[in-house]
């Protein structure tokens, strides 16, 4: 990282980035001379801000994102620490060591601002966004899979030497963004808790929810495990908004909440939010209805062959070979991806931070049945996770419960 700021941290604004990166472009040549910068302020998730700064001389771009000291979502009364930039483009960096193609590069930092200077990937959409409009991803499966397998495996154990993961855990130790979802996800909608946001036709639902005493149970324990199990270095936000895509191209963004945590927790994010798509396009479209389930069995699927490919040949670990290990690591993943799965399914309804799929179905009636669909699936995934051993098993469940 490289500071070049004469001030200490300040909101950027149109015009202040496009001095800093002028200044920056002295020293790193990022355009060539001569330039014209513009500069637009793009970002619209729930916490930082996004420029988007060209070259109008040129046509070259690149983006900075910038934290904010508060959560943008809530405002100034939710402070929120900076350093989840550094985070955030290390855990890029770290990515980059293992799929440097399925992250953006990181083109440079600065911890006193806050911010990360990275490619520009306006060519590609937000995957959300992609989802909403009935767009396809043929080769979205494979690269999530991919992504999980790597980053997981050579952050874990296994793939990775004892003392560096020690190390290596230390710098991504991140008890604020944690603290986030430990409420967001799973404290928060599973109570009567003000900063929930549902809509008073699931009042009766919702009360219901509250009252089940198994669920709770369940969410409590799942709860426990991402508060305690220190796995693998992982995303910690791999929802459909923390990927970009085009028809043949994947990027992973975003990883502001990276610590190291249970292994299943990312899949089980990108599964949930591949069936809030598919639940938003309840009894629309069949075709698109297997196109989702085709995503999430690839993405399975090809996570757990890339997972066994790297046991075999990138080892670190003596009981390697020892039969039934790699099953069953992969089994209690895949066990915590459908529990986390099914705490994102209820969260996205009851809780703070809602999805444009489900919210932007116009008729009532529609939305109040995807509603009820994404609390009735939640449910049954953290209920019955020990017995959805496969993939194949919790289609099967997601469509007894959409039928
Ligand atoms: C206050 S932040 C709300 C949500 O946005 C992020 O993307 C995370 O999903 C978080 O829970
Ligand atoms: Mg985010």
């Known amino acids: 990282s490289t500071s070049i700021a004469t001030t200490s941290y300040e909101p950027f604004t149109e015009e202040t980035a496009i001095a800093y990166i002028e200044k920056l472009n002295q020293k790193l040549g990022l355009f060539p001379a001569p330039s014209l910068l513009i500069c637009k302020e793009i970002g619209d998730g729930n916490l930082n801000y996004v420029f988007h700064l060209s070259d109008?001389?040129?046509?070259?771009?690149?983006?900075?994102?910038?934290?904010?000291?508060?959560?943008?979502?809530?405002?100034?009364?939710?402070?929120?620490?900076?350093?989840?930039?550094?985070?955030?483009?290390?855990?890029?960096?770290?990515?980059?060591?293992?799929?440097?193609?399925?992250?953006?590069?990181?083109?440079?930092?600065?911890?006193?601002?806050?911010?990360?200077?990275?490619?520009?990937?306006?060519?590609?959409?937000?995957?959300?966004?992609?989802?909403?409009?009935?767009?396809?991803?043929?080769?979205?499966?494979?690269?999530?899979?991919?992504?999980?397998?790597k980053t997981i495996f050579h952050s874990s154990p296994f793939g990775e030497n004892q003392q560096e993961i020690k190390e290596i855990s230390v710098r991504f130790t991140n008890p604020e963004l944690c603290k986030i979802t430990e409420d967001l996800v799973f404290t928060d909608p599973f109570f009567d808790h003000d900063t929930n946001d549902f809509e008073d036709h699931l009042k009766d639902t919702v009360n219901e929810l509250w009252k089940n005493e198994e669920l709770k149970l369940e969410a409590?324990?799942?709860?426990?495990?991402?508060?305690?199990?220190?796995?693998?270095?992982?995303?910690?936000?791999?929802?459909?908004?923390?990927?970009?895509?085009?028809?043949?191209?994947?990027?992973?963004?975003d990883p502001e909440f990276a610590f190291y945590g249970p292994a299943g927790f990312d899949?089980?994010?990108?599964?949930?939010?591949?069936?809030?798509?598919?639940?938003?396009?309840?009894?629309?479209?069949?075709?698109?209805?297997?196109?989702?389930?085709?995503?999430?069995?690839?993405?399975?699927?090809?996570?757990?062959?890339?997972?066994?490919?790297?046991?075999?040949?990138?080892?670190?670990?003596?009981?390697?070979?020892?039969?039934?290990?790699?099953?069953?690591?992969?089994?209690?993943?895949?066990?915590?991806?459908?529990?986390?799965a099914g705490c994102e399914l209820i969260r996205r309804i009851i809780g703070l931070a809602h999805v444009a799929d489900i919210d932007n179905i116009s008729d009532c009636q529609k939305r109040l049945y995807a509603q009820q669909n994404a609390l009735q699936l939640g449910s049954t995934f953290i209920i019955k996770r020990r017995n959805i051993r496969t993939i194949d098993q919790l289609i099967q469940e997601t469509k007894d419960v959409l039928k």
């Open 56 to 149: 109008s001389l040129s046509g070259q771009s690149l983006i900075i994102k910038q934290a904010l000291p508060y959560a943008k979502v809530v405002g100034e009364s939710w402070p929120l620490t900076l350093r989840r930039a550094k985070i955030e483009a290390e855990a890029l960096q770290k990515a980059a060591e293992t799929v440097p193609s399925l992250v953006p590069n990181v083109i440079h930092t600065d911890d006193d601002l806050a911010i990360t200077v990275m490619e520009d990937l306006s060519d590609y959409t937000i995957l959300r966004k992609g989802l909403i409009d009935g767009e396809t991803y043929p080769n979205l499966g494979r690269h999530i899979g991919t992504y999980l397998a």
């Open 220 to 253: 409590a324990k799942l709860k426990y495990i991402f508060l305690t199990k220190s796995e693998a270095l992982i995303h910690g936000d791999l929802h459909t908004g923390s990927v970009f895509v085009t028809a043949e191209e994947t990027k992973v963004i």
């Open 267 to 340: 899949l089980g994010l990108f599964i949930a939010n591949i069936l809030l798509n598919t639940i938003s396009k309840t009894a629309i479209d069949e075709q698109q209805h297997s196109d989702l389930y085709q995503t999430i069995i690839e993405t399975v699927e090809v996570f757990k062959e890339e997972y066994k490919k790297l046991w075999q040949n990138h080892h670190v670990e003596a009981f390697i070979q020892t039969e039934g290990y790699v099953d069953y690591m992969l089994g209690t993943i895949f066990e915590d991806a459908v529990g986390f």
